[in-house]
Nanobody, 121 residues
């Protein structure tokens, strides 16, 4: 089984910064895409940023230029550096990963439990 554990959320003032981390553990042979999603109250979960095993990144338009996704493949960890935070960034942030756990060429999708980010003065 695979677990994704997020950390780094909290309360921050507008214009501030936070860094989220998500570590994958368990029986892991390799991890393909990793990403961050968020869900605000009353809204659907939405993509924030993704990163491939090779380091190619993709961002939602709303966070481009403010957020940076990165990963440490040796540690099976993905990060999200969030700068210039706005109140509309307030949400529960979820980590997501495509993980290969067996010799079969198959990647299963996993989610973390989420971490709350609140941007407020």
């Amino acid at each position: 089984q695979v677990q994704l554990v997020e950390s780094g959320g909290g309360l921050v003032q507008p214009g501030g910064s936070l860094r989220l981390s998500c570590a994958a553990s368990g029986t892991i042979l390799s991890i393909n895409n990793m990403g961050w999603y968020r869900q605000a109250p009353g809204k659907q979960r939405e993509l924030v940023a993704t990163i491939t095993s090779g380091g190619n990144t993709n961002y939602a338009d709303s966070v481009k230029g403010r957020f940076t996704i990165s990963r440490d493949n040796a540690k099976n960890t993905v990060y999200l550096q969030m700068n210039s935070l706005k109140p509309e960034d307030t949400a529960v942030y979820y980590c997501n990963a495509d993980v290969r756990t067996t010799a079969w060429l198959r990647w299963d999708n996993y989610w973390g439990q989420g971490t709350q980010v609140t941007v407020s003065s």
